[in-house]
Nanobody, 128 residues
Framework: QVQLVESGGGLVLAGGSLRLSCAAS????????MGWFRQAPGKEREFVAA????????YYADSVKGRFTISRDNAKNTVYLQMNSLKPEDTAVYYC?????????????????????WGQGTQVTVSS
């Protein structure tokens, strides 16, 4: 059974940092991309960042470029999202995801794209 388990969310002041982790299990993800989406109250879920497991190619939403960094640890089967210079508008539930599409494909960047696997989500709250 595939599982994506997020951790690392919490409450932080604006300008601060958090690192989210997503531990993947249940199958080989070597041919997959993994990444993050977020959903704020009253808003649609939106793409944040993705990384291709095999070669580390990354892709970011414009709203987080230069502030967020996605990375992976192959030995631990874990993907990370380092979030710096956080803003109140970054407040959302952050979801880990895995999909066979490349990080810049429509699966990832189009609203409602057909993602293969989802985590349960972790809350990030940025206070001003």
């Amino acid at each position: 059974q595939v599982q994506l388990v997020e951790s690392g969310g919490g409450l932080v002041l604006a300008g601060g940092s958090l690192r989210l982790s997503c531990a993947a299990s249940g199958r080989s993800f070597s041919s997959y991309s993994m990444g993050w989406f977020r959903q704020a109250p009253g808003k649609e879920r939106e793409f944040v960042a993705a990384i291709r497991w095999s070669d580390g190619i990354t892709y970011y939403a414009d709203s987080v470029k230069g502030r967020f960094t996605i990375s992976r640890d192959n030995a631990k089967n874990t993907v990370y999202l380092q979030m710096n210079s956080l803003k109140p508008e970054d407040t959302a539930v952050y979801y880990c995801a895995a999909d066979r599409g490349v990080p810049y494909s429509s699966n990832w960047v189009s609203p409602g794209g057909p993602i293969d696997y989802w985590g349960q989500g972790t809350q990030v709250t940025v206070s001003s």
